[in-house]
């Protein structure tokens, strides 16, 4: 199961630094506007360390991360809906990402131009936030335009449903609010995924602060510090060094690692885990899936064939592995109904 994060900002607020760190994959970053012309896809580890610990307890010959993906988008500016810098023809390589990460410039560096003339955190988002709901707007509009027709002879229910639905949404989105803000039930918001709206997918606020600087103001949220500059110095050193300065630095983890956790809990992700001496796994699923479909995300036949799961805490298989755990009387059989639990170490029984 694969999640994509797509990255959005204004021009030269560090969103390409920020993806070379994140990936260690090079892409064009220059001291001009639009240096990304095309998205860059770049697939990034998610951080464990509990999958270290299993792959230790079961003396796996291989240790496999789960991922997460992001995609890097070039720069929008003001006005870009009404056609200024490059226009908002690169909303479309974002219509497809699950969730999205807003880089806002905080950092003060006289050598990089900013394309407002000076850098205001606040002002910056309500610029990005505005052009993402007008390239909403722009959806509906041509949604309710196609679909009105449609209720002319008043018998096309579902015709009716969607109009009131793009009629709210469209009052809603003039004047520049982002669609998550308006109350939809479910029905509304099964109705309406299809839109793909870029302000109904969950957002997270980077703040790419100086190095010595971490402040984030009230009105960004829900946002993490980050410094770009710093994260791209510490992917150029090996692990051992890149900890070694964190710890002088006085830092617990990197700006990255917090970035990809948040990112994680944006998409309500959690994981569990296989594990044996063949390998020790993590795998991704949403919060609150059952264990049939968990199954599902090793392989399809798992959830269609579902007897049943094999489950141990991680805190329980830790102390002994999966044998220790048995005579423990801590291995759990559960069922379709099972919700599996972020650490769950499972092994899946089904039929063929």
Known sequence: MSFQVGIVGLPNVGKSTLFKALTRKQVVIEN???????????????????LDKLTEVSS?????????????????VKNAHQG?????????????VDAVVQVVRAFRDPNIIHVSGAVDPKSDAEVVNLELA?????????????TRPKLKTGQDKLAIKQVALYERLQAHLQPGSPARTLSLTED????????????????LYVLNTDEDANEIPAEISPAIAVSAKLEAELADLSPDEARTMLKELGLVESGLDKLIHAAYDLLRLITYFTSGPEESRAWTITRGTKAPQAAGVIHTDFEKGFIRAETIAYQDFILGGEAHAREAGKLRLEGKDYVVQDGDVMHFRFSV
Do not use: C, H, W
């Open 32 to 50: 001009y506007p639009f240096a990304t012309i095309d998205p860059n896809v770049g697939v990034v580890v998610v951080p464990d360390a509990r």
């Open 60 to 76: 796996s010959a291989k240790t496999i991360p789960t991922t997460i993906e992001f995609v890097d988008i070039a720069g929008l």
């Open 84 to 96: 200024e810098g490059l226009g908002n023809q690169f909303l479309a390589n974002i219509r497809e």
């Open 134 to 146: 007008m390239a909403d707007l722009t959806t509906v509009d041509k949604r309710l335009a196609a």
């Open 188 to 203: 509304e918001r099964e109705l309406g995924r299809d839109l793909q709206l870029l302000t109904m997918k969950p957002l």
